[in-house]
Nanobody
């Protein structure tokens, strides 16, 4: 059973940066495609970024392109989300999730493992 644990969230001002981490235990992270997903207050969960098993392919929702970077370090069983130029609209709980097939959309039924989430709050 793979467990995913996110960290790195916090309260920052607009324009600041944060790096979220997703640590895996109980399994080999390189077996999985990883998504970062976020849920803003009162809204549904949305796809943010995807990284392939090798890390060579990445995709982003349009609203974060050029500001966020997803990456992974398979030997360390870690996935990261570097978030720059943060905006108040980025405020959400951020989750990492593991799935089998590479894609760039949110689909609840495809996720095999989820983390517990980390709160990101961006003040204006």
């Amino acid at each position: 059973q793979v467990q995913l644990v996110e960290s790195g969230g916090g309260l920052v001002q607009a324009g600041a940066s944060l790096r979220l981490s997703c640590a895996a235990s109980g399994g080999t992270l390189s077996n999985w495609v990883i998504h970062w997903i976020r849920q803003a207050p009162g809204k549904e969960r949305d796809f943010v970024a995807a990284v392939s098993r090798s890390g060579l392919s990445t995709d982003y929702v349009d609203s974060v392109k050029g500001r966020f970077t997803i990456s992974r370090d398979n030997p360390k069983n870690m996935v990261y989300l570097q978030m720059n130029s943060l905006k108040p609209e980025d405020t959400a709980v951020y989750y990492c999730a593991a799935l089998l097939n590479y894609n760039k959309r949110y689909n609840q039924g495809e996720y095999i493992y989820w983390g517990q989430g980390t709160q990101v709050t961006v003040s204006s």
